[in-house]
């Protein structure tokens, strides 16, 4: 793969966890604080729903992390090996982890049902995303064992 293409990725990724980390650093806890200033009724939620947001934001990282790994592999030639394995595991299961947030998130959170609507389809959407990536992983398995088949060919 060109190095211009997996340079742009590896700048995008950057960018996305510079915004996330501004976002879960500052934006989401003056959010929380002015939610409940403005919402009294309301404040007792403020840090479970400001943990769970969180969590959600550190398996997003997480996951955004293990792309950048997966993507300096692919520069470096070694996708396909037994060690991208762990990054890919990471692919499949922080998906999960947001969804278990955006579950968690459904019984306590205040307002309109269509708040806990999309936290639903937010946990859906990632539950899909793991899934996929499951197959992803086991496509690689399928090339590593036909790569392995090749070389013993050669």
Known sequence: ??????????????????????????????????????????????????????????????????????????REGQVFSTSSFKWVKVLTLTPLGVALACIAAVPLTPGPPLLVYGALLAAIACIAISLLMAVMRGLLEQALALQGELDEVI
């Open 1 to 74: 793969m060109k190095t211009g293409v997996v340079t742009s990725l590896k700048c995008l990724i950057g960018l996305f966890l510079a915004i996330l980390l501004a976002t879960a650093l500052w934006w989401m806890p003056w959010v929380a604080n002015d939610s409940a200033t403005l919402y009294p009724e309301f404040a007792h939620l403020k840090i479970p729903l400001l943990a769970l947001a969180e969590a959600a934001l550190a398996f997003i990282l997480a996951f955004l992390v293990a792309i950048w790994a997966l993507l300096t592999r692919v």
